[in-house]
């Protein structure tokens, strides 16, 4: 079933799978065989991350599947055969979720989007000197600021988004100016981002 972005399949059994982005330690923990179907509230929110990005790609918006699995420490985004996939841990999400509602899923899933649009399209406001993971940080704002959440639900992305680094990413106080750079540039209000709480 396609929904822009995602693409949602029964069993995939990757055998030559790639890790491009890992939140969290010991991603090799990672089993492609044991990937499952989403959970209907997982794709809720993929689906209004994926609204966002219509608006940023339009039709030109990579394609990726979406899948938890248990061997996931947290989420990774992984390539394999040509094909995107956003693999999450339904624990993570529990606990995020816990602590950061839905906004914190959202910002995680822009994050790792991210990836997707840094390595599908190019935009002059990206500096080539950001390593990866600024690049998809840089996105993530962008598709922050096309969802405009209200200032309370930014915060708690933002948060989610610091508290669950990739192993590669700098510190916070380093990221989260990338992070406003794309907000700003896709729309987002600067009062609104420095006043979120």
């Not at 809720?44 to 339009?58: E, F, P, Q």
């Not at 922050?144 to 700098?170: F, I, N, Q, V």
Request: proline share 7%.
């Amino acid at each position: 079933m396609r929904t822009g972005w995602l693409l949602v399949a029964l069993l995939p059994h990757c055998l030559n799978a790639e890790i491009l982005c890992a939140l969290g330690k010991d991603a090799s923990s990672y089993k492609p065989a044991q990937d499952q179907r989403p959970t209907t509230d997982a794709l809720r929110l993929a689906g209004s991350v994926n609204t966002a990005l219509k608006a940023i790609c339009a039709d030109h918006c990579p394609q990726m599947a979406l899948f938890r699995n248990t061997t996931v420490p947290n989420v990774v985004l992984v390539a394999d055969s040509g094909q995107g996939k956003l693999v999450y841990s339904p624990q993570f999400f529990a606990a995020a979720y816990e602590s950061f509602g839905d906004s914190g899923i959202v910002a995680i899933l822009a994050h790792e989007v991210g990836h997707a649009l840094d390595a599908s399209m190019g935009a002059a406001w990206i500096k080539n000197s950001w390593s990866p993971e600024l690049r998809a940080d840089a996105w993530a704002g962008c598709v922050l600021a096309r969802m405009d959440p209200r200032p309370s639900d930014l915060e708690r992305g933002l948060t989610a988004l610091s508290k669950y680094p990739a192993p590669a990413h700098p510190v916070w106080s380093q990221r989260l100016p990338v992070v406003r750079t794309g907000y700003m540039q896709c729309g987002g209000s600067a009062s609104k981002f420095d006043k979120r709480k």
